[in-house]
């Protein structure tokens, strides 16, 4: 089970909505800015309208939660010190789920068997979040 939180530069709305198709989750939840009460709202400050304050897709493996980088903060940069890692027992989702993520990103380690698992891969998607996907299962 995963229950992540990501940060994003503006594109939380597009990130959502990725995520949702790459594990064939239902339509993602998504609170903008512009959806907040009148006082919340006004502590926003200029630029914060079109952002998203809150999203969750709702995959088999758990939570992929998720808001924009509010104006004025610096940048959010994905990194290779932090990855997360999807496990589940069935191969075909696994397969079909590393197959979109690689689509628009980059495959580090194909999906395949290794000495630790049954089926192992690794790929950094489109918005540069990295990403291990494996059975869990014992070889």
Known sequence: MIEIYLNLNGNARKAA????KVFEAPAPYIMGAAEMPGEEKAQMGPGAESMVIYAN???????????DRMPGKSPVTP???MWISLSHKDHALLRRSFER?????QV??????TFFSPLYGQVRDKF??????M???EM
Do not use: C, H, R
Request: net charge negative.
């Open 17 to 20: 909505n990725y995520y949702a």
């Open 57 to 67: 897709v709702k995959t088999f493996a758990g939570d992929i939660m998720m808001s």
């Open 79 to 81: 990194n290779d010190s």
């Open 101 to 105: 993520l690689a689509k628009d990103g």
């Open 108 to 113: 580090t380690m194909p999906l395949e068997p």
């Open 128 to 133: 540069g979040f990295s990403w291990m996907l």
């Open 135 to 137: 059975d869990p299962g």
